[in-house]
T-cell receptor, first 107, second 114 residues
């Protein structure tokens, strides 16, 4: 059965305290691993797509990496404005989403 | 630069009432999707469309119907609403084949069924 599992469910960080979010997946026919950011009351906003093991992508304080079974979203020196729910999804024509990690960054 | 627009933004229904949610995209995308999002759960696919005039079932299609009469619009219908359909509904669209093709989401419709 196709499945995407994210951990932790919630994460509280102090401003500047780096950490990583995990996404493990078992998705048949996976052709892409997607990361989205979702702010309260809004729709998901695209961050990254990763296609093959070993691939890495960066955007400001965020870096996404991919292995054959997992993806990590590394957050370096986070700021309060990085507070959001981060969603991971696998698939291609149809995406299977994880439940998300709620990140709170406090000053 | 509208992107994906969902109407209405909020709605309250009584059990048994019907309604239609509208999704409109101005990016000439081939693929369109309807998801529901419930607390503690990921986005779950209800129905999707790979082009004008086509529809297909997703993971949780029961109790919903869809239509894609025009390429830019994707309608989600609830014929007889139930409290279990209280949720936040998101529409998304995608250009089509190719590695650069990603799903873009609307702002959501918050539906309560009493």
């Amino acid at each position: 059965e196709d499945q995407v599992t994210q951990s932790p469910e919630a994460l509280r960080l102090q401003e500047g305290e780096s950490s990583s979010l995990n996404c493990s997946y078992t998705v048949s026919g996976l052709r892409g691993l997607f990361w989205y950011r979702q702010d309260p009351g809004k729709g998901p906003e695209f961050l990254f797509t990763l296609y093959s093991a070993g691939e890495e992508k960066e955007k400001e304080r965020l870096k996404a990496t991919l292995t054959k079974k997992e993806s990590f979203l590394h957050i370096t020196a986070p700021k309060p404005e990085d507070s959001a729910t981060y969603l991971c999804a696998g698939g291609y024509n149809k995406l299977i989403f994880g439940a998300g990690t709620r990140l709170a960054v406090h000053p | 630069n509208a992107g994906v627009t969902q109407t209405p933004k909020f709605r309250v229904l009584k059990t048994g009432q019907s309604m239609t949610l509208l999704c409109a995209q101005d990016m000439n995308h081939e693929y369109m999707y309807w998801y529901r999002q419930d607390p503690g759960m990921g986005l779950r696919l209800i129905h999707y469309s790979v082009g004008e005039g086509t529809t297909a079932k997703g993971e949780v299609p029961d109790g919903y119907n869809v239509s894609r009469l025009k390429k830019q619009n994707f309608l989600l219908g609830l014929e007889s609403a139930a409290p279990s359909q209280t949720s936040v509904y998101f529409c998304a669209s995608r250009a089509g084949q190719g590695r650069g093709s990603i799903q873009y989401f609307g702002a959501g419709t918050r539906l309560s069924v009493l």
